[in-house]
């Protein structure tokens, strides 16, 4: 039987450190204990925990029942010379398996190394990192779906993903039970597509490189940044990147160049918010095409840019050391970070006119 807990802080679940108490906790160890813990809730809330690597969680904490998904291991299906289908559980931590794929010369998920929490989260929030989306090698998601009452099998068409996104996010009508994935047999990786990743292995952009050295490689880059879980490093206290690169139509986006450009033209010690401010400014944001004309723009240069360094505290919260996108628990309650995350979000729209939106999901809590 599942192990029922009341009144569990819920802080100690989730990498922020942060977030109150839960009414009832209940951890699941297998596919049909996350069914029945689920269904014991009824009609009422239940929020679902693995890694806690992608959520706030309010001071208040939760008023309904916690399920604590601790499923763990794969399974391979399916397997030829070119390729191997494997199913993952959905408490299977990430990185753990990311390191088994690589071991064995499977080629898909490499660039995603370092990437805290359960595999079960990484269809909701379509992880993606350094030129790879998970969405790239899943071929299925079985999940119970709450309103039908009935555990189903989801193609990825039907999971609707998208841009750090999916039909799971914002819903809680589907609990992820596990995940199925088609991996190529190979011992180099996938087209390296970033930049950064490119430049670090020394290769160009399209090169593939052997899986090995791509996975060093983003961990590296990862811990550079304060993106891998290391309890000595208070700037890993964080859910990673809080914002979510905006996606701007082709005309927001001349509307956008034309602050920048006003922008960049100031001097930097005219531009305002001097206690925040940047000590230095990039000459160009970064951006990326997409389809029909639009265009993502990085969101750590927006923030840079309008005016917020790295270490800018606010309260109990600051944003990184060594990354602008990460807000981080330096201590204080969950309020104090969501108000250092209202202020960055109001600053940048006040200077470029582009909205920030979250990357995690935020419980009983809202900006």
Same mark, same amino acid.
């Given at each position: 039987?599942?192990?029922?807990?009341?009144?569990?802080s819920?802080?100690?679940?989730?990498?922020?450190?942060?977030?109150?108490?839960?009414?009832?906790?209940?951890? &699941?160890?297998?596919?049909?204990?996350?069914?029945?813990?689920?269904?014991s809730?009824?009609?009422?809330? &239940? =929020?679902?925990?693995?890694?806690?690597?992608n959520?706030?969680?309010?001071? #208040?904490?939760?008023?309904?029942?916690?399920?604590?998904?601790?499923?763990? $291991?794969?399974?391979?299906?399916?397997?030829?010379?070119?390729?191997?289908?494997?199913?993952?559980?959905? !408490?299977?931590?990430?990185?753990?398996?990311?390191?088994?794929?690589v071991?064995?010369? =499977?080629?898909?998920?490499e660039?995603?190394?370092?990437?805290?929490? @359960?595999?079960?989260?990484?269809?909701?929030?379509?992880?993606?990192?350094?030129?790879? #989306?998970?969405?790239?090698?899943?071929?299925?998601?079985?999940?119970?779906?709450?309103l039908?009452?009935?555990?189903?099998?989801l193609?990825?068409?039907?999971?609707?993903?998208?841009?750090?996104?999916?039909?799971?996010?914002?819903?809680?009508?589907?609990?992820?039970?596990?995940?199925a994935m088609?991996?190529?047999?190979?011992?180099?990786?996938?087209?390296?597509?970033?930049?950064?990743?490119?430049?670090?292995? !020394?290769?160009?952009?399209?090169?593939?490189?052997p899986l *090995?050295?791509?996975?060093?490689?983003?961990?590296? =880059?990862?811990? $550079?940044?304060?993106?891998?879980?290391?309890? *000595? #490093?208070?700037?890993?206290?964080?859910?990673?990147?809080?914002?979510?690169?905006?996606?701007? @139509?082709?005309?927001?986006y001349?509307?956008?160049?034309?602050?920048?450009?006003a922008? =960049?033209?100031?001097?930097?010690?005219s531009?305002?918010?001097?206690?925040?401010?940047?000590?230095?400014?990039?000459?160009?944001?970064?951006?990326?095409?997409?389809?029909? !004309?639009?265009?993502?723009?990085?969101?750590?240069?927006?923030?840079?840019?309008?005016?917020?360094?790295?270490?800018?505290?606010?309260?109990?919260?600051?944003?990184?050391?060594?990354?602008?996108? &990460?807000?981080?628990?330096?201590?204080?309650?969950t309020?104090?970070?969501? *108000?250092?995350?209202?202020?960055?979000?109001?600053?940048?729209? &006040?200077?470029?006119?582009?909205?920030l939106?979250p990357?995690?999901?935020?419980?009983?809590? *809202?900006?």
């Amino acid at each position: 039987m599942p192990e029922v807990s009341p009144d569990v802080s819920l802080a100690r679940w989730t990498t922020l450190g942060l977030g109150g108490p839960a009414r009832r906790m209940i951890a &699941a160890n297998s596919v049909d204990e996350i069914v029945q813990s689920v269904r014991s809730a009824g009609d009422g809330p &239940a =929020l679902v925990l693995a890694g806690g690597s992608n959520v706030v969680i309010g001071d #208040d904490g939760f008023p309904g029942v916690v399920v604590l998904i601790q499923s763990a $291991g794969w399974t391979v299906t399916a397997a030829d010379d070119n390729t191997v289908d494997l199913v993952v559980q959905a !408490g299977q931590n990430w990185d753990d398996f990311v390191a088994f794929t690589v071991a064995e010369g =499977l080629a898909g998920v490499e660039c995603l190394s370092g990437v805290p929490g @359960s595999t079960g989260a990484t269809p909701i929030q379509n992880v993606g990192a350094y030129g790879q #989306d998970v969405s790239e090698v899943i071929t299925a998601v079985t999940v119970l779906d709450r309103l039908a009452d009935e555990v189903v099998e989801l193609s990825a068409a039907e999971c609707d993903f998208a841009y750090r996104g999916s039909r799971f996010k914002h819903n809680d009508r589907w609990v992820v039970l596990s995940v199925a994935m088609r991996l190529a047999r190979s011992p180099l990786s996938t087209p390296i597509r970033y930049a950064e990743l490119a430049r670090r292995l !020394g290769v160009e952009p399209g090169d593939h490189v052997p899986l *090995e050295q791509v996975r060093a490689a983003v961990l590296a =880059l990862r811990r $550079g940044k304060g993106m891998v879980l290391d309890p *000595e #490093d208070p700037d890993t206290r964080s859910v990673g990147s809080f914002f979510m690169n905006p996606v701007l @139509s082709a005309s927001a986006y001349q509307m956008f160049l034309a602050k920048a450009d006003a922008r =960049l033209s100031l001097d930097p010690a005219s531009a305002g918010r001097t206690a925040a401010r940047s000590e230095k400014t990039s000459p160009a944001p970064a951006t990326w095409p997409e389809a029909d !004309g639009k265009v993502k723009v990085s969101a750590a240069w927006l923030i840079e840019n309008a005016g917020f360094r790295k270490g800018y505290a606010r309260g109990g919260a600051a944003i990184s050391g060594k990354h602008t996108l &990460a807000l981080t628990n330096r201590g204080g309650r969950t309020e104090d970070l969501l *108000e250092l995350a209202r202020e960055v979000r109001d600053g940048v729209h &006040a200077r470029f006119g582009v909205t920030l939106r979250p990357e995690p999901v935020l419980i009983n809590c *809202e900006l």
